[in-house]
């Protein structure tokens, strides 16, 4: 193509011209451009395209904008921050906000889960992570610890960490090898012993134990750590089966596997509480998080980290650094000032404990849909469904691709796509009466608009 041409700010049409230079990821990009899907604004539950059409926002943005969109309380500390303190460095310096920041976090992570490290993303929180937990071993002299155990339809996010670990063959295929020795226990999913199940399903707690013969082949003392979402998001919405979890950090606990919980979808409020491993009664010894905690306003990630890892790193000569792992962007201060604003916003409007209120209603209304000639399994959890779809002949993922655009042109939702399967996660000041219509009206006419493709 042609550089573009009459670039005019003010008077912006998404014509050919104006949507080239983008390259979108995760995204077909000649599709989107012929047929954009363009937002111009947002408040509260809704988006509002270029001609102010309203669209129910089905899935927070990307998981994220859990206290809805555009609320004023953090509106109002971001606009304050951005006048008062720009940015200020957090290597060897610091700013007052990420460590109120950090101090509020500390309180709210279940057990020792007392410290904080901040990125910007996910996939740094993810990558983060796995670093402290080879820099934990080696400086404990078990150096030889570089292994790591993910598992089957899991997502860490896009740094070469996260791909290694993930589970997802299109993340990964197309990037080398990325880090070696990395092994996947099983996907805990079977449609056979589990469809339709809300919550935690009864099937599959056994698959922990795969563990124990991941220890056999590669022996304990190579391992580093396990890593798993408490529920895989990005893969289509797999709950944990009941005890899953528990059984993982046992086994982690016998021998001496670190134990990492991505929570980069499932804390502030996803599932009613700050941080899934409080519902599933579980400390990881390290837990990443990003999304939520700023509601998606502000770029930030972070992990947190139990006192006997922080300890471990500390103890050399004071003038020697303890972590060489950091972004300039970390502890961003308007980053963490929406953090706060944000959290504060949660506890006000007692968001989380709206998600637990309304389960039950979410998890019934979500099932309304089980007959749909369509349909073939839901799953809930929290403030999560998804709906997998009979899949198109020879085209796997076109009717959700379908079901997408259609969502967006013509019935006024957005949701997000995965394979066939269509994954919601509203913001969480969402009202039975918006349930209602998500899955009573929504829903119902974007699988009928795809019933024929
Ligand atoms: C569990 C999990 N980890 C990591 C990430 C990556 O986050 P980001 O896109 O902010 O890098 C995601 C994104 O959806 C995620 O769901």
Redesign the pocket.
Known sequence: MNKPTNIDATSWEPTPNNLESFFMGFTPNAAFKKRPRLIARAQDMHYYDMKGRAILDGSAG??CCNAGHCRQPIVDAIQKQAAELDFAPTFQYGHPKIFELANKLATLAPGDLNYAFFCN??????DTAMKMALAYHRSRGEGQRQRFIGRER??????FG?ISVGGMVANRKWFGNALAGVDHLPHTYNRKEQAFTKGEPDWGTHLADELERMVVLHDASTIAAVIV?PM???TGVLPPPKGYLKRLRELCDKHGILLIF?????AFGRLGHTFAAERFGVVPDLL?F??GVTSGTV?M?GVMVRQHIYDQFQGGAEHVIELFHGYTYTGHPIAAAAALATIELYKEEKLYENVLALENTWADEAMSLKGHPLVEDIRTLGLVAAIDMKPVEGKPGLRAYKAMENGFHDHDILIRITGDTIALSPPLMITPAQIAEIFHKKIPAVLDSVMKL
């Open positions: 990307l998981w993303s996910g996939s740094e929180a993810a899991g997502y860490h996010g896009v740094g996260g979402e895989a998001g990005s991505d929570e980069v979808i499932t990443t990003a999304k770029p990630g």
